[in-house]
């Protein structure tokens, strides 16, 4: 194991799937000469060339779709998106085309293309760049969403990815690319099934679940909490869809009690998912009502006070842990 | 660049008998449509016959084709058989779609026909997806991409023509210009006075065609078809035509006078034809009635096919979500399931055919 960045993690992936499959390309805005928006492509255009590493214009819409349509025949496109806010403008290629094809085509053509890009909001990018999308995509059928939070997951799940035979939208953490985390050498296969949450801390009193962003939100609470007494579990979902509820409930059954974080909207977000399994599957088992907390149901301000307000944030979070355990 | 391989000269009366073949078709689509039999929306391209033909019959038949929701006739002249197509419209399993995506949704790989799709105007990126990867790997295949003149104001068709000419793909554009989109004529949708110079604006060059002459689609289609094989290039073609039918079957055509239709009823294609091969001595009369006899038998027998066709059993839906699916181990990869759905049985993939390089 060595130390690296989410940014590296995620940049070895992409050259080591691309170095294993001739099928595979990368493609996106400032993926090739600029080295991607968020440096994720560094030095991938000197190694692979500009056949496989694509610059676009800003035409997401069009794109997403030549991604579609190459996998319709057999290529394995990865899509980059500068951020998934921007994904929203391919929206219809992204939910109408890409996860509809294998049932409109009674099963003639899976479409193994990969989405990728960085996801949730950032400092004060305000509303049209903040979007976090994982619960639009996660809610339609045909489509795999993963979040990952740490460069071993970013690695892992974007390999895992690329190999899937579905459309896969690798959701990476804006404000975690240049975060640092233990990873396995390069020359060892790392690949991280999709579906399979992780534990990211053992505790005893609380289990909080929760999913990129969040993860190291939820860590820093756990430690904090720890000084108070209470033993706080970190359960990392890693992937959204699909959502490992096992997991889930291993850790509900230890502790009774839980807290949702989560980075999306309060509406339909990916909690209120995880709220009505554990309650449908494992009612008994809750000592408490289940809390979730997320962002404020608003679009995101600018002003650096009222984007903290909106966030989900360490007093929000510690107020909710502390209400589901009667602290 | 792989070796140049020969057009396929496709036989006229062979072409003239497939038109007949798509009208024949698309008539009793229409009847069994008013029958209840057929579900959802239903457009006919009666009218339209010479531009799909025409195009086929300049192309390889291992050349891409993918089109709009109007794609009887496009999964016919592929070589899809009518006994697939009608009962996918009868939303049976031996449909060409296993009857999962109906009249919107014709999908035949192995006569590659890439569908099939009804947001107009979004498969047009899907096909520039297609020569991309045709150009990835080093073939000399062609893309046909047919699409009516309604997608021409849609934004993914104009990214999508910018990409396919910034890339220098191997891509024909076919506008089945029928001059109303829907109900909007091209005069009230479109600022331009001829949609060909859309083309222009991404340095694609253009051509207007008679789509209601067999020889002239044909003709027009196989010299772009052959200088795209010489050096990968887009092309775009605005084919004019008509369909004598509504937009769908729900839609009587009030916005057109009967003069319009009736003016383009003495141009049809499929009279054209005739008249051509018969004056110049290749089709007698009596040969023509043998042929339009033999696509009349051919439907009426792909109705009885339909008819006696088995549906999707309920429980396989969940077969059609994820390729293999069902096969990762130790997690809830099947979709969630809410009470009252259909069972879920853990199987077989669906298919095993896909994700395969052509």
């Known amino acids: 194991m060595r130390e690296i960045t989410y940014r590296q993690a995620l940049n070895e992936a992409l050259a080591e799937e691309l170095e294993r499959d001739p099928n595979v390309f990368l493609m996106g805005e400032e993926v090739a000469e600029y080295h991607g928006a968020y440096k994720v492509s560094q030095g991938l255009l000197e190694r692979f060339g500009p056949r496989r590493i694509i610059d676009t214009p800003i035409s997401e819409n069009g794109f997403a779709g030549l991604g579609i349509g190459a996998a319709m025949v057999g290529l394995r496109p990865i899509i980059e998106f500068m951020t998934f806010s921007f994904s929203l403008v391919a929206f219809d290629q992204i939910v109408n085309n890409a996860p509809n094809m294998f049932m409109m085509s009674g099963g003639q053509f899976n479409i193994p293309i990969t989405f990728r890009g960085a996801n949730g909001p950032a400092h004060q990018l305000a509303a049209t760049h903040s979007h976090a999308t994982e619960n639009f995509y996660a809610s339609v059928p045909g489509l795999r969403v993963c979040t990952p939070a740490t460069p071993r997951d970013a690695k892992g799940l974007l390999k895992t990815a690329v190999r899937d035979d579905n459309p896969v939208l690798v959701l990476e953490a804006e404000l975690l690319y240049s975060s640092k985390g233990m990873v396995e050498p390069p020359d060892e296969e790392l690949l991280i099934p999709l579906g399979k949450a992780e534990v990211k801390r053992e505790g005893e009193d609380v289990s909080i679940v929760c999913y990129a962003q969040t993860v190291p939100l939820a860590l820093k609470v756990a430690d904090q909490l720890e000084e108070e007494d209470i033993s706080a579990e970190i359960v990392d979902l890693r992937s959204i869809k699909p959502l490992d509820e096992k997991a889930i409930f291993d850790s509900v059954a230890k502790t009774h009690c839980v807290v949702i974080v989560e980075q999306d909207h309060p509406f339909c977000g990916v909690g209120a998912e995880v709220c009505y399994r554990i309650q449908k599957n494992i009612f008994d088992e809750l000592d408490a009502p289940i809390i979730r907390v997320s962002q404020e149901d608003v679009p995101m301000p600018y002003n650096e006070r009222l984007e903290h307000a909106v966030l989900p944030n360490a007093e929000k979070l510690i107020a909710a842990v502390k209400k589901v355990c009667y602290a | 660049m792989t070796a140049m391989q020969p057009r396929e000269q496709r036989d006229e009366v062979e072409m003239l008998s497939l038109m007949l073949l798509i009208r024949r078709f698309e008539e009793r689509a229409s009847q069994q449509y008013q029958a209840q039999k057929i579900g959802g929306f239903c457009h006919l391209y009666i009218g339209q016959e010479a531009v799909v033909a025409g195009a086929v019959a300049a192309v390889r038949h291992d050349d891409y084709i993918i089109t709009a929701y109007r794609d009887h006739a496009h999964a016919l002249a592929r070589g899809t058989s009518a006994n697939a197509c009608m009962a996918e419209l009868f939303g049976k399993e031996t449909g060409c779609s296993r009857g999962l995506g109906g009249s919107m949704h014709f999908f035949d790989r192995n006569n590659h026909m890439y569908g099939g799709h009804a947001i107009v105007g979004a498969h047009v990126p899907l096909a520039v997806g297609m020569a991309f990867a045709t150009k990835y790997r080093d073939e000399d295949r062609v893309t046909l991409c047919f699409f009516g003149d309604g997608a021409i104001n849609q934004g993914a068709f104009h990214e999508a023509l910018n990409l396919a000419a910034l890339y220098k793909l191997p891509i024909v554009f076919i506008c089945e210009n029928n001059l109303f989109a829907m109900g909007t004529s091209v005069k009230r949708s479109t600022s331009l006075k001829q949609i060909v110079d859309r083309a222009e604006g991404y340095d694609i060059p253009g051509e207007i065609v008679d789509g209601m002459n067999f020889r002239e689609v044909r003709d027009k289609v196989a010299e772009v078809v052959d200088s795209i094989r ?67 038998e051919t439907v009426l027998a792909a109705v009885k096919f339909a008819e006696q066709s088995p549906q999707l059993p309920v429980e396989k839906v969940y077969d059609y979500v994820y390729l293999n699916g069902a096969a990762e181990a130790g997690v809830n990869a099947t979709p969630e399931r809410r009470e009252g759905g259909p069972p879920v049985k853990s199987k077989e993939p669906a298919v095993d055919t896909a994700s395969t390089t052509e």
């Open chain 2, 230 to 296: 010489k050096e990968a290039h887009p092309a775009f073609l605005e084919v004019r035509t008509y369909r004598y039918r509504g937009h769908s079957m729900s839609d009587p055509a009030s916005y057109r006078t009967k003069q319009e239709l009736e003016k383009y009823r003495l141009d049809d294609p499929i009279i054209r034809l005739r008249a051509q091969l018969t004056r110049e001595g290749k089709l007698t009369n009596e040969q023509f009635d043998q042929l339009d006899k033999g696509a009349k």
